[in-house]
Antibody, heavy 120, light 110 residues
Framework: EVQLVESGGTLVQPGRSLRLSCAAS????????MHWVRQAPGKGLEWVSS????????GFAGSVKGRFTISRDNAKNSLHLQMNSLRGEDTALYYC?????????????WGQGTLVTVSS | QSALTQPASVSGSPGQSITISCTGT?????????VSWYQQHPGKAPKFMIY???KRPSGVSNRFSGSKSGNTASLTISGLQADDEADYYC??????????FGGGTKLTVL
């Protein structure tokens, strides 16, 4: 059974940093591109970042470019999102999801999300 | 990198058909055959409904279908059922390794 389990979300002050993780199981992690998608409270889905199967390609939404970095460890079946210089508008539920290819938004499995709240 | 445009809400009666549009530009929807659709019930993670504009993942009802014309993709739900009431989102590849979602459409089954 495919499982994606996010962790690391918490209450954090503006300007601080936070690292989210996603533990994957039930599939060959290295065969898939991985993505972060977020959803602010009461709002729609927003793509945040993607990473190809071998970490050779990465993409970021304009709203997080230069502040967030994405990484993965295929040996440990894990995905990470390093979030720096956090702002109030980064407050959201952050989902981890996968797709067969870096360019394809074919997100067939999703985690349950981890909540990040940025507030003083 | 602007969000794709979806109607805020649509509604229909049980048994009817509805269509949700998703309008982008020639830089995303109009160029790439990489549009997907998601259904999201309150408090739940999104569910994968359509990919590559028209294809249905295994297990998704054939009442759900996708299409595209120019810069606009569409999701049609036929034979509306109460459980179809949810939020629906489109998503497209937008070039240069970026993706973009639509703003979402709330479907109400009357």
């Amino acid at each position: 059974e495919v499982q994606l389990v996010e962790s690391g979300g918490t209450l954090v002050q503006p300007g601080r940093s936070l690292r989210l993780s996603c533990a994957a199981s039930g599939f060959t992690f290295g065969d898939y591109a991985m993505h972060w998608v977020r959803q602010a409270p009461g709002k729609g889905l927003e793509w945040v970042s993607s990473i190809s199967w071998n970490s050779g390609s990465m993409g970021f939404a304009g709203s997080v470019k230069g502040r967030f970095t994405i990484s993965r460890d295929n040996a440990k079946n894990s995905l990470h999102l390093q979030m720096n210089s956090l702002r109030g508008e980064d407050t959201a539920l952050y989902y981890c999801t996968r797709s067969p290819s870096y360019r394809e938004p074919n997100f067939d499995y999703w985690g349950q999300g981890t909540l990040v709240t940025v507030s003083s | 990198q602007s969000a794709l445009t979806q109607p805020a809400s649509v509604s229909g009666s049980p048994g009817q058909s509805i269509t949700i549009s998703c309008t982008g530009t020639s830089s995303d929807v109009g160029t790439y055959h990489l549009v997907s659709w998601y259904q999201q019930h309150p408090g739940k993670a999104p569910k994968f409904m359509i990919y590559e504009e028209t294809k249905r993942p295994s297990g998704v009802s054939n009442r759900f279908s996708g299409s595209k014309s120019g810069n606009t993709a569409s999701l049609t739900i036929s034979g509306l059922q109460a459980d179809d009431e949810a939020d629906y989102y489109c998503c497209s590849y937008a070039g240069s390794g970026t993706l973009v979602f639509g703003g979402g459409t709330k479907l109400t089954v009357l």
